[in-house]
C-alpha cells in the first residue's frame, strides 16, 4: 500500500525557515520521484518542487526557486523540503506524493493530511 506522510510544519515569522518531512513506503523510493505540493486558502493544491530518486533532478515553481530545495534521505525513504525566506504568501498546507519523473506527471499515491505551514508578517 503507498503511503506517504507529512510532518514539520508550524508558524513561523516571515523570514524564517522551516524543513517539512516526507516519508514514503509502499514504493521503491529509488525509482520514482517525490513531488511537494501546496494548497493555500481559497486555492487549489499546486506543485512546487520535486525531486527525482533515480537521478536527483529537481525542479521547481518560480514562486520557491532560490529559497525551496529537497534534500533527501534514500536509506530512510525520505525527502524533506527545506524552506528559507518564507513569506505570508507560503502560507499553505504542504502536501508530497510520489510521482514520474517530468514536472507535469500525475502523482500516484493516495492524498496525505498534510502539515500546515503559516507565515506570519
Known amino acids: 500500500e503507498v503511503r506517504l506522510v507529512e510532518s514539520g510544519g508550524g508558524l513561523v515569522q516571515a523570514g524564517g525557515s522551516l524543513r517539512l518531512s516526507c516519508v514514503a513506503s509502499?514504493?521503491?523510493?529509488?525509482?520514482?520521484?517525490i513531488g511537494w505540493f501546496r494548497q493555500a486558502p481559497g486555492r487549489g493544491r499546486e506543485p512546487i518542487s520535486c525531486?527525482?530518486?533515480?537521478?536527483?533532478?529537481?525542479y521547481y515553481d518560480e514562486s520557491v526557486k532560490g529559497r525551496f530545495t529537497i534534500p533527501t534521505d534514500k536509506a530512510a525513504n525520505t525527502a524533506y523540503l527545506q524552506m528559507s525566506s518564507l513569506q505570508p504568501e507560503d502560507t499553505a498546507v504542504y502536501y508530497c506524493?510520489?510521482?514520474?519523473?517530468?514536472?507535469?506527471?500525475?502523482?500516484?499515491?493516495?492524498w496525505g493530511q498534510g502539515t500546515q505551514v503559516t507565515v506570519s508578517s
Open positions: 506524493n510520489g510521482k514520474g519523473s517530468a514536472w507535469d506527471s500525475q502523482p500516484f499515491g493516495p
Open positions: 509502499g514504493f521503491i523510493f529509488d525509482d520514482w520521484a
Open positions: 525531486i527525482s530518486n533515480s537521478d536527483g533532478a529537481t
